[in-house]
């Protein structure tokens, strides 16, 4: 089992940044891929970015790309998402999830372990 716990979300103003971490605990997810989804109140959940295990591929969202990195540090089993340029659009409830497979898919019931969420709300 892997528990995901993530933290760093806040309330910002348009243009300002956030950093969100994943931190795993349990056995390690340094074998896992690990994605970052986010739920806007009355939508889906939508995939914002993935990173595989070693780091070596990382997938975002067309509309976080350029704006948002993902980044991982297996050392310490966290994963984080820096977020600049935030919109308010953006605002939204971020998860980060594991995934056995190390593949970064787009698809949430793909996930094998959640966190369970860490509010994001940017003003105007």
């Known amino acids: 089992q892997v528990q995901l716990v993530e933290s760093g979300g806040g309330l910002v103003q348009a243009g300002d940044s956030l950093r969100l971490s994943c931190a795993a605990s349990?056995?390690?997810?340094?074998?896992?891929?690990v994605g970052w989804f986010r739920q806007a109140p009355g939508r889906e959940r939508e995939f914002v970015g993935g990173?595989?295990?070693?780091?070596?591929?990382?997938h975002y969202a067309g509309s976080v790309k350029g704006r948002f990195t993902i980044s991982r540090d297996n050392a310490k089993n966290t994963v984080f998402l820096q977020m600049n340029s935030l919109k308010p659009e953006d605002t939204a409830v971020y998860f980060c999830?594991?995934?056995?497979?190390?593949?970064?898919?787009?698809?949430?019931?793909?996930?094998?372990?959640w966190g369970q969420g860490t509010q994001v709300t940017v003003s105007s």
């Open positions: 999830a594991a995934r056995r497979i190390n593949i970064v898919v787009i698809t949430p019931p793909l996930y094998d372990y």
């Open positions: 990173i595989t295990w070693s780091g070596d591929r990382i």
């Open positions: 349990g056995r390690t997810f340094s074998s896992y891929a």
